[in-house]
């Protein structure tokens, strides 16, 4: 071995307390670091030759890298829809890790059993039922890809032909509708070789994000044969819900795969005052929801839920002669585009077993309230506007005044070191999104972005 491997590994428990102790103080500063710290080049080094032993990484890393990092994992972080990491979520991220299972494979199969009981606990908190079958994907981008791939082949089989085995040349033409496609659905179209001009846009409701249901019966009875419709459940800039009963309900007169992308808004189950947005997800052939936002796991975690995973084996199948056969109930490896699997189900069962729904409900809840109280300290900065209603746990607003795209970023910037939002366009108009779906977030924190936020415009005036 070599010798520095060696040493490593004699000292390996004192090495990984001196690692414990540096997440700790990292964790511990994240409500007073700078949420966003300002932009550095770093100087980039030689791939060293000679290896300098993992104390001293680690000491290169906390004087090189660890004060650029963000406080992305804490309660200020509002950009994009950022989720932190819960301490048991956390600890089984620490696990997985120090396992290091390839849970893809019944011939080793402890990790896709766990994974299986988790997406089982994650079916039941979403309200689906268990026609849905589901697997761990590294997000929802790759959820949605995975979900489009198996309505692919659902069109193919429409229409007589294998995409999977045949090629897209086979399948002709493919028409995705959808009101407010998340830009993820046009990449997975992409990376499909549907192409992201397969996505047709169809007409909101009046000044809302969600689909007009007459609009996309419009589009079906445009469409020549069964499509796919995009149903969003929650959309980044005001967190819109389509109308999921209704789109549902077209099937009856119109032949077309649903795919639901409810991201995060497949979280709305968790409060009794918004479950009903998302009563219907059920009803979906395939659901994306992630997991590294709202579950406040670690990043890369996300499911995928279809009812027809016959479909999905048919896309995603590997077959070799020492992976094991596809059968009735095919293993990880068969199932999404990747063949390794890391053993990602481990964090969400361990935050799922430590604080159960009950905890979820708390966190959506206080996120939720916390969002409702950011947009009426908004709507209270002279100076400012909201572009519309606080629907869950976004907060979407602008200038008063020349709501220009360079006078937001000045305004982002100004607050990066107390709060981190991003810029959007909403209804034509350049904004700013506050998206509350961290564990940590509270009141005193809403408070201190909506001081910075105020004192930044007044600034800015
Ligand atoms: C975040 C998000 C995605 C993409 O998720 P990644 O985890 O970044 O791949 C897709 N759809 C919606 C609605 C989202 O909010």
């Not at 299986?116 to 959820?143: C, Y």
């Not at 429409?158 to 002709?172: I, K, Q, T, Y």
């Not at 709507?379 to 006078?407: D, M």
């Amino acid at each position: 071995m070599h010798p520095q491997l060696a040493e490593d590994l004699a000292q390996l428990p004192d090495l990984l307390e001196d690692t414990r102790r540096r997440a700790v103080a990292f964790l511990d500063g994240l409500g007073e670091r700078p949420v966003v710290p300002v932009p550095w080049e770093p100087e980039v080094e030689p791939l060293p030759g000679r290896g300098v032993g993992l104390r001293a990484a680690l000491e290169e890393f906390a004087v090189r890298w660890e004060p650029n990092l963000s406080a992305s994992a804490g309660p200020r972080y509002l950009g994009f829809v950022t989720g932190g990491a819960t301490p048991a979520a956390l600890a089984g991220d620490w696990l997985t890790a120090a396992a290091d299972q390839n849970s893809n494979s019944s011939l080793d199969p402890a990790g896709q059993r766990i994974e299986r009981e988790t997406v089982g606990w994650l079916r039941e908190l979403f309200g689906l039922s268990d026609a849905h079958s589901g697997t761990f994907v590294s997000g929802a981008t790759m959820s949605n890809t995975v979900g489009l791939a198996i309505a692919r082949e659902w069109l193919g089989e429409r229409r007589g032909v294998s995409p999977a085995e045949d090629g897209l040349a086979a399948l002709g033409p493919v028409r995705v509708l959808s009101g407010s496609a998340h830009s993820s659905v046009a990449k997975g179209l992409s990376v499909l070789g549907l192409g992201r001009r397969a996505l047709v846009g169809v007409e909101t409701l009046a000044g809302r994000e969600a689909v007009d249901p007459v609009a996309l019966e419009r589009a079906l009875r445009e469409t020549d044969g069964p499509c796919v419709v995009v149903a969003n459940a929650g959309t980044v800039n005001t967190v819109d819900f389509d109308d999921l009963h209704a789109i549902a309900a077209l099937r009856e007169r119109h032949d077309f795969w649903l795919h639901v992308d409810a991201a995060f808004g497949a979280f709305a189950a968790l409060s009794p005052d918004h479950a009903h947005l998302v009563e219907a997800l059920d009803l979906a052939d395939s659901v994306c929801v992630d997991l590294h936002k709202w579950l406040n796991v670690p990043y890369d975690s996300a499911v995928q839920f279809t009812r027809r995973p016959d479909l999905q084996a048919r896309v995603f199948q590997n077959s070799a002669a020492y992976l094991g056969s596809v059968g009735d109930h095919p293993d990880l490896v068969h199932l999404t585009p990747e063949n390794s699997h890391r053993l990602r189900a481990l964090a969400a069962w361990f935050t799922l077993r430590a604080y159960g729904r009950d905890g979820y409900r708390e966190i959506v809840e206080r996120d939720v309230s916390c969002a409702r109280a950011m947009g009426e300290a908004v709507a209270a900065v002279p100076g400012l506007r909201l572009l519309a209603p606080v629907r869950l746990n976004v907060v979407c607003f602008t200038l008063a005044e020349e709501p220009t795209a360079e006078r937001l970023a000045a305004l982002a910037a100004e607050l990066n070191e107390e709060v981190f939002l991003t810029p959007t366009r909403y209804a034509g108009v350049p904004a700013l999104r506050a998206a509350f779906s961290n564990w940590r977030t509270t009141d005193a924190d809403v408070r201190r972005a909506a001081d910075a936020l105020a004192r930044a415009v007044r600034k800015l005036l």
